[in-house]
């Protein structure tokens, strides 16, 4: 059964850098089948795309957070991973990883989700 | 940046009725729509995939329909896992956006 996990901090500082890993078992992140994906959800609030990446390392990002952004993979390890600079209050939020299938690109919807880390940007 | 919005926002609904939930794009996005469940605490499922495809395990009460801009999300036979938030996706352009949300809850 193919299940996805993030990991990482739940408090960061104002101004530093959110760091998240997802982390892929039961299924290879390399196999070329699909596309991994961030997505976060405000407290109480709807759900915001943030980018994704592809087991080449080829990335996509929001244009609303693209100045901000970087996601990378480590197919060794399975994982793929999030950074956010000069996070804020705004930033605060649940923040998923997804896969997207590779059926039609870039016409992506996700059929995995991962349970969800909340990340507290707070001094 | 596509758009989307919703209606209801909220309905209220018993165990066995039929609930329709509209998504509407600002612009053609082809049959690119996804819709979602989310139950309290949990994070979003998938239901329906390009407009009208019940994705796999999904129970067949679940149904979509496209009518130009207008996407319908149809739940048959609502069921106490039902009553949670669904979400509409756009997936026609690279930039991916969501609607607000339905919230289903009991009558």
């Known amino acids: 059964q193919v299940q996805l996990r993030e990991s990482g901090p739940g408090l960061v500082k104002p101004s530093q850098t959110l760091s998240l890993t997802c982390t892929v078992s039961g299924d290879s992140i390399s196999s070329g089948n699909y596309y991994w994906h961030w997505v976060r959800q405000h407290p109480g609030k709807g759900l915001e795309w943030i980018g994704h990446i592809y087991y080449s390392g080829s990335t996509y990002y929001s244009p609303s957070l693209k100045s901000r952004v970087i996601i990378s993979v480590d197919t060794s390890k399975k994982q793929f991973s999030l950074r956010l600079t000069s996070v804020t209050a705004a930033d605060t939020a649940v923040y998923y990883c997804?896969?997207?299938?590779?059926?039609?690109?870039?016409?992506?919807?996700?059929?995995?989700w991962g349970r969800g880390t909340l990340v507290t940007v707070s001094s | 940046d596509i758009p989307m919005t919703q209606s209801p926002s909220s309905l209220s609904a018993l165990v066995g009725d039929r609930v329709t939930i509209t998504c509407r794009a600002s612009?053609?996005?082809?049959?690119?729509l996804n819709w979602y469940r989310q139950k309290p605490g949990k994070a979003p499922e998938l239901l329906i995939y390009f407009a009208s495809n019940l994705q796999s395990g999904v129970p067949s009460r679940f149904s979509g329909s496209a009518s130009g801009t207008d996407f319908t999300l149809t739940i048959s036979n609502l069921q106490p896992e039902d009553f949670a938030i669904y979400y509409c996706?756009?997936?026609?352009?690279?930039?991916?956006?969501f609607g607000p949300g339905t919230v289903v809850d009991v009558k």
């Open positions: 612009q053609n996005i082809g049959y690119f």
């Open positions: 996706q756009q997936s026609y352009t690279n930039h991916l956006t």
């Open positions: 997804a896969r997207a299938p590779n059926f039609q690109p870039p016409h992506w919807y996700f059929d995995l």
